[in-house]
Every structure is written in structure tokens, then in C-alpha cells.
Nanobody, 120 residues
Framework: QVQLVESGGGLVQAGGSLRLSCAGS????????TGWFRQAPGKEREFVAA????????YYADSVKGRFAISRDNAKSAVNLQMNRLKPEDTAVYYC?????????????WGQGTQVTVSS
């Protein structure tokens, strides 16, 4: 079945950049998108960005538009999330998932998460 593994998290100063990668992602018959979500302490998991299997369509939460970029690396069968101009409020565990839409309930398969911490 679909297995997803996130990597690339770490500690970065505000204004810096990180690139996350989701490896081993696989499509199901009901999954159109690979998405990134994040969950901060005490908060619900929220949508960050998603990309279609063809790579032709991308979606972003308003909070990250213009700062984050999602892409597919076909050679590595991976989905990346380039995060620029990071802010302390971006601190969270970031998860990749496969499914559709922009809500958690629309995604069926999840990775283990990778911690992103942005210091001021």
C-alpha cells in the first residue's frame, strides 16, 4: 500500500529556507493530489500545499502563497516543498499525504512527519 516518508526538516532562523521531500509517494485510484499539511502544538493539522500527479496543478494555503513552492521530482518519485522566507509561525510538524482537496478528511495516506522549527 502507499507509504510516505518525509525528510528535510530542521531548525532555521526566520527568513531562511528549507526544502522538504516526500519520498515513496504512490497514487491510489481515488487519489489525485499529493499534499503537504502541518500541525503546530495545540492546533489542528492544516493544509499547506498540494500538487497533482501530472504536476500541472498546484494549490497553496493563503498563509504560504509566494513563499512556498511545491513540485514533483519525477526522477526520484518525490514531492518537494521549498519553503522560503520562513516565519516563526511556520513552526510545525509537516506531513505529506495523498488524496484530494484541501482538507484533512480528503486524504487517506500519511507520512510520519518531519519537524520544522523557525527561530526568531
Amino acid at each position: 500500500q502507499v507509504q510516505l516518508v518525509e525528510s528535510g526538516g530542521g531548525l532555521v532562523q526566520a527568513g531562511g529556507s528549507l526544502r522538504l521531500s516526500c519520498a515513496g509517494s504512490g497514487r491510489t485510484t481515488s487519489s489525485y493530489l499529493t499534499g503537504w499539511f502541518r500541525q503546530a502544538p495545540g492546533k489542528e493539522r492544516e493544509f499547506v500545499a498540494a500538487i497533482s500527479w501530472s504536476g500541472s496543478r498546484t494549490y497553496y494555503a493563503d498563509s504560504v502563497k509566494g513563499r512556498f513552492a511545491i513540485s514533483r521530482d519525477n526522477a526520484k518519485s518525490a514531492v518537494n516543498l521549498q519553503m522560503n522566507r520562513l516565519k516563526p509561525e511556520d513552526t510545525a510538524v509537516y506531513y505529506c499525504a495523498t488524496g484530494d482537496g484541501t482538507t484533512r478528511r480528503q486524504y487517506s495516506y500519511w507520512g510520519q512527519g518531519t519537524q520544522v522549527t523557525v527561530s526568531s
